[in-house]
C-alpha cells in the first residue's frame, strides 16, 4: 500500500457500460486526471491518483481489462458461496437507500431470514449439504424479490433483505410468500450416502425503515428481535419487530 492512502480509500463500481470510482471519505482524496473528485464516472485513458504515490491510468482497449475489473468487484462485495451481497455492500446498500430515503420522505422495511435447525442439517448430512441448501435458499428468495429489492448474507445461514418503498403489510406478504417457498421445496444435497432430497423452513424477522425513524442499526436490532421471537415461537414463521 502507498503512503498517504487510507484503509478504506476509493471504491470501483463496475457497471455494464460504465466504471465509477467513489471516494469513501478518505484523507488524501482520489484525483482524476488531476482534479480532486468525490465520484466520477471513468473513461479509458483516465489517469487516478490514490495519495501521493499511487497513480493508475484506465486502459480498457480489449474486453479484458472489463473482465477483471468485474471479477474484483464480484470478490469485493458479493458472496462468494450464494453470489448474493456480502453483509458489508449489503449494509453500504442499506445506508445509501436510508439517506435517499430520508431525503424523499420513503420508507423501506428490513427483514432478516435464518434457516431453521441449520447446525442439525450440518451435523446429519455434512457440510457440503449445508452450502447446497445455502445456494438452494438464495436462490429463492431472490426468484421470489423484486428487480429494486435487495438481499445479502448476513452471516451463516442468515440471509438479510431491504424491501425498498414498502410498508410493513407488503414486506410481511413477500416474506410469507419466501418461508412458504421454502417450506414446499425440496432441496437435493449431497450427503456421503449419495444425493438426497431433504426439507428445511426458514424463520424472519421484520422491521420498517422510516425516513423520521430509528437509524440502520436501530432498524436491523428490531428485525433481530422479531426474528427471535420467530425462532422462541415454533420457528417456520414470520414476527414484524415493534
Not at 478518505?26 to 504515490?53: Q, W
Request: proline fraction near 2%; charge should be negative.
Amino acid at each position: 500500500m502507498g503512503r498517504g492512502i487510507s484503509r478504506a480509500h476509493a471504491r470501483i463500481n463496475v457497471g455494464s457500460n460504465s466504471i465509477v470510482i467513489v471516494d469513501l471519505g478518505s484523507t488524501n482524496g482520489i484525483f482524476v486526471n488531476g482534479t480532486r473528485v468525490d465520484r466520477a464516472n471513468l473513461v479509458a485513458g483516465d489517469t487516478v491518483g490514490l495519495g501521493p504515490e499511487v497513480l493508475l491510468r484506465l486502459d480498457v482497449s480489449d474486453g479484458h481489462f472489463q473482465e477483471v475489473l468485474q471479477d474484483l468487484y464480484e470478490g469485493a462485495n458479493l458472496d462468494g458461496l450464494t453470489g448474493v451481497l456480502n453483509r458489508r455492500s449489503f449494509l453500504n446498500r442499506v445506508r445509501e437507500e436510508y439517506a435517499a430515503g430520508k431525503r424523499h420522505q420513503l420508507s423501506s422495511c428490513l427483514a432478516l431470514l435464518d434457516i431453521d435447525h441449520f447446525k442439525t442439517v450440518n451435523d446429519t448430512y455434512g457440510h457440503p449439504a449445508g452450502d447446497a441448501i445455502l445456494v438452494q435458499i438464495a436462490q429463492i428468495f431472490g426468484a421470489a424479490l423484486r428487480t429494486e429489492d435487495v438481499l445479502g448474507r448476513y452471516g451463516g445461514e442468515e440471509f438479510i433483505i431491504l424491501l425498498r418503498h414498502s410498508d410493513l403489510t407488503g414486506a410481511c406478504t413477500v416474506l410469507e410468500r419466501i418461508r412458504e417457498n421454502v417450506a414446499r421445496q425440496a432441496f437435493l444435497v449431497p450427503t456421503p450416502g449419495g444425493d438426497q432430497t431433504i426439507s428445511v423452513t426458514v424463520s424472519g424477522g421484520l422491521a420498517e425503515l422510516t425516513p423520521g425513524g430509528a437509524g440502520v442499526d436501530v432498524v436491523i436490532q428490531a428485525a433481530d428481535q422479531a426474528l427471535y421471537e420467530a425462532k422462541r415461537g415454533g420457528r417456520n414463521q414470520v414476527r414484524q419487530g415493534q
